[in-house]
């Protein structure tokens, strides 16, 4: 049998045992930012959201994604043309299972500009992130946010053109609140004890560079959830489910 490329054309053509969206996609809407969508994100966030669209509920909660390094330019071009399906194959002692995934609808482009003003859309309510450990920007000597990295200082000089993810963030959040709209949640997935923590601890880093009263707003009306508040239940309930790294196809 011949592969089928994926995409949203071909999905009554799949065979049936794989699972497919059961919902209308074009009828979903925006209500997550993702940055840095990778293997990860499509085998966890993104299949949760799908579960929850395939019930019948909350589909004013789709998934954009979004990233802030050049070559996440490519996972760009991959997603986009096969419409931001993607393919998860879950195996146990009894065989394995392959479903489609559509809780993604767009990807943004790779432009920390337009990024910007895209998070100052009212309908983006969740920022999620997946940047690795090492993108948090922590002193290896104080465990506190290192001010004097070279990106936070360009960052922190230049705040209208930002180079990290904390800084465009900042830039969102800045333009949000001059128009008067609710700030989102920054919801961190990565690998990290009390990730929420750190990243409020970045994120109120850079704001006061900025300005105290940006700081304090930051730290007050920003929500940052953590993982867990347990560093040994975090590493078993979702390092040890990271899924293996997949071919060119997705």
């Known amino acids: 049998m011949s592969a089928i490329k994926l995409n949203q054309e071909s999905l009554d053509h799949l065979s049936g045992d794989v699972s497919v969206p059961r919902y209308n996609r074009a009828k979903i809407t925006p209500g997550i ?11 966890h966030q993104a ?7 395939n019930v019948g509920s909350d589909h004013d909660w789709g998934i954009v994604g979004a990233g802030v390094r050049p070559n996440d330019a490519r996972m760009r071009d991959l997603l986009l043309d096969q419409n931001c399906l993607s393919t998860v194959i879950e195996l146990d002692p009894t065989g394995y299972t392959a479903s489609v995934c559509g809780a993604m609808i767009d990807y943004f482009p790779v432009d920390p500009n337009a990024l910007v003003k895209t998070l100052a859309r009212p309908d983006i309510r969740i920022v999620s992130l997946t940047v690795t450990e090492g993108g948090y920007y922590i002193d290896a000597e104080t465990g506190g946010f290192d001010t004097s990295h070279p990106d936070i200082v360009h960052d922190t000089e230049d705040p209208a053109n930002p180079r990290t993810v904390f800084g465009i963030l900042l830039a969102g959040l800045r ?5 008067k709209l609710s700030a989102f949640t920054v919801l961190s997935c990565d690998n990290l004890p009390e990730n929420g923590n750190v990243t409020r601890q970045a994120m ?16 007050s009306e920003v929500a940052f959830p953590n993982g867990s508040n347990r560093p040994c239940r975090w590493e078993r309930s979702i390092a040890s489910r990271r899924p293996p790294a997949s071919g060119s196809g997705a």
């Open 33 to 43: 930012m993702h940055i840095g969508v990778g293997n990860f994100h499509r085998a």
């Open 47 to 53: 299949i949760y959201v799908n579960r929850l669209f």
């Open 175 to 179: 333009l949000r609140r001059r128009r």
């Open 204 to 219: 109120v880093g850079l704001a006061g560079a900025d300005s105290a009263d940006l700081a304090r707003w930051v730290d």
